[in-house]
């Protein structure tokens, strides 16, 4: 029965991500463009050209992500039609995003939940936002994440084999060549493969963690070496390749370093609303519920675990101003929270009465209210060709002024008061934003929220004082006749 019910939620979590992939939106966050490497990089095995395809692995950030996108690629260079190859590419990629829930439920059995409370992190994770909305897009997140997930799967044993520990440290490590971005999360599965589930003399516990070391530096240096033969096979020179990766890192600064302790609770709490509630909640009875009963179990690790992420996200973002927090780094709780929140729901199950049912309807009542915004977003690409067909004689028109963009400067026209029809904010995005206009007078023929209204967006590099502004100013994407 429980497999048949993790079946059942995973389908479901398919379906939606499949619905949501067909609903476009892709290219419209600006890292997506990476993903035409994967492209060239499936072109170069198709006509074996070896050496392109290596090189390729290392032309810009992320070289891991041009492999995983690579089933994408075949299916968009299969389909003549460019946005059915996007969209039906972005709905196999989001498979990742659905084997996150898998993981979550495999991680939960391994580490001493029974198949219900597995089950019910299962249930969570299908319902989480942050783990939702990226499955559009071609991004690396979800696949980096589902990674370093499957290395605790393969690894969070009292005694873990030498052979999962050598895969635990390939899939670390390759996670990390996925999206060097979350290398704190990485940090803290490293310190988790390391002291989970320790016991006996300090000395016996000493000579497990050298050993579990050993075998995790095996499974690194097993990447490393692949890395050095594709190296060698495209002819890239390692040093200048990781010079260019650290001056790359230097320019990911967008956004404000002072604002990264509370940007993680706020990002969280317009992904996931009252789920986020929840989360804490269950975290707070498994904490509870160890202290009252003095018996330790895997919740201990979870919540060492958010403690110890979110702190190395606060201290080097507001305090050391190294890194500044975003959206897709906030998320990386996510998985350590429904871990920790699921041990600490569980004991509620077996009470019956109205406990039971009213957790799961709860739950899946915020699934629905977390899903349902991302299910129904249009995108500015697609508004934009729509509406510029129906009314051809138009002027383009934004409510927000941005610096260093040239279609910005396309959106504001010296002679729009003559265009018979305005189409506004049909821009995928502005940065930085430096001011605001007023919408003129006129009739709306057609209003569509625009995606940056769905807040999560507005943390991927938008300071504090920039979210005001898109808040105050962005109505919408707008067809208006201008008029009194």
């Not at 050993?214 to 097993?222: D, T």
């Not at 050391?320 to 920790?340: N, S």
């Not at 995108?379 to 934009?384: E, G, I, S």
């Amino acid at each position: 029965m429980a497999r048949v019910s993790l079946l059942i939620i995973v389908s479901v979590a398919v379906v939606l991500r499949v619905l949501l992939a067909l609903r476009g939106g892709q290219y419209y966050l600006v890292d997506e463009v990476r993903s035409y490497r994967a492209t060239t990089f499936t072109l170069s095995l198709y006509h074996q050209d070896w050496p392109a395809a290596a090189a390729l692995l290392f032309e810009g950030a992320h070289p891991g992500y041009t492999v995983l996108a690579a089933p994408g690629a075949v299916v968009r260079l299969l389909l003549p039609d460019g946005t059915a190859g996007e969209r039906l590419a972005a709905a196999l990629l989001g498979l990742y995003s659905a084997g996150i829930i898998v993981a979550i439920y495999g991680i939960a059995r391994k580490t001493g939940q029974d198949e219900t409370g597995a089950l019910l992190a299962a249930l969570l994770a299908a319902a989480a936002g942050s783990l939702f909305y990226y499955a559009r897009h071609f991004v690396p997140y979800d696949s980096a994440l589902l990674l370093a997930l499957l290395a605790l799967w393969l690894c969070l044993e009292a005694r873990p084999a030498l052979w999962r520990l050598i895969g635990g440290g390939v899939l670390v490590t390759a996670s990390f060549l996925t999206y060097s971005g979350g290398w704190m999360l990485l940090a803290v599965v490293g310190l988790l493969l390391l002291l989970y589930g320790l016991r006996g003399s300090w000395p016996a516990r000493a000579g497990e963690i050298i050993r579990r070391g050993l075998g995790l530096g095996i499974g690194l240096g097993v990447v490393a070496v692949l890395v050095l033969a594709l190296a060698r096979v495209g002819g890239i020179a390692l040093e200048a390749y990781v010079n260019r990766a650290a001056a790359f890192s230097e320019t990911i600064n967008h956004g404000s370093y002072a604002e990264g302790w509370s940007l993680v609770w706020e990002y969280l709490w317009h992904s996931e609303g009252l789920l986020l509630l929840v989360w804490l909640a269950g975290a707070g009875l498994a904490l509870w519920h160890m202290v009252r009963t003095r018996r330790w179990n895997a919740a201990l690790y979870w919540l060492a675990s958010l403690v110890l992420l979110y702190g190395l996200m606060a201290v080097t973002s507001s305090v050391l101003l190294r890194f500044v927090m975003y959206g897709r780094l906030a998320r990386q709780l996510t998985p350590l929270f429904i871990l920790a929140a699921a041990q600490g729901l569980r004991p509620l199950w077996p009470r019956g009465g109205w406990l039971r049912p009213a957790l799961v309807g709860g739950v899946l009542l915020l699934a629905a209210l977390n899903l349902y915004v991302p299910l129904a977003q249009v995108f500015p690409r697609d508004v934009l060709a729509q509406q510029a067909a129906r009314y051809p004689a138009y002027a383009p028109y934004t409510t927000l002024i941005s610096e260093y963009r040239l279609d910005d400067i396309a959106a504001r026209p010296p002679n729009f008061e003559a265009a018979p029809y305005l189409l506004v904010n049909m821009l995928n995005s502005w940065y930085p934003i430096v001011g605001t206009q007023p919408l003129p007078a006129g009739e709306v023929l057609y209003r569509a929220p625009h995606p940056v209204q769905y807040r999560p967006y507005q943390y991927e590099g938008y300071p504090y004082d920039q979210r005001a502004l898109i808040q105050g100013s962005v109505t919408g994407m707008l067809v208006l006749r201008p008029g009194p």
